[in-house]
């Protein structure tokens, strides 16, 4: 039977080259932002409810296995998705759906929709990770300013202008470090399953989106 592409997959496509191809240099806020975004599309157009219900697990290690495996074939059909897919038309991507069908199912996918959402969560859980990871270089420098105001301040012929600015130094320090590291008490962008399988693998996916990456880096 044929299946049919409609627009909103294409938008989950775009997020998913945005998110993916995203280098982490932003805000955590930022970062965060696009994870929201990422997820927000897929779900409005994953079709099941096991597809874009992020809290439950969706993902197991076969599927991130075949996913990173699907990567590494010489000819991609979507390779145009991972690259940016500078030209594409929506017409162009509606012609391309049986492709993308066909490639899905090679790998055990159950059809273009499954590889998506799994692709999905995977750039989700990256931006996650990213994200978290930001946060603790920042901390980390957050507490080396704030030694370094406290030892400035036992200094005993510090002068007192530089009193005042080690003093506003430290505060302004404390209460930083006391915000970064307040538990979240939001609500997971992801299950911490499928978040736990996306760090498993973090470093194969990101050798496996490499050649992607530099191809699109040439191309500009």
Known sequence: MKSHLNGKWVLVGAAVVVLTLTVACGKKS????LASLAKSVSESAAPTSAQNDYTKAYLTEEKMQKFIESLKEEINPF???????????????????????????????????DYMAVWGRITVGQMLIAADEMNKSSIEWMQKSVATAEENLKKPDLAPEM?????EQLASG???????QKPDTSASSLNADDLALVAKFKAQIEEATKKYKEAKTNNN
Do not use: H, P, R, T
Request: hydrophobic share 30%.
């Open 30 to 33: 930022e970062v965060e932002e």
């Open 163 to 167: 009193k005042s600015m080690y003093e």
């Open 174 to 180: 404390k209460k930083s470090l006391e915000d970064m």
């Open 79 to 113: 390779e145009v998705l991972l690259k940016g897919g500078e030209g594409q038309s929506l017409m162009d991507l509606k012609d391309k759906i049986e492709g993308y069908n066909v490639y899905a199912k090679k790998y055990g996918f159950a059809d273009y929709s």
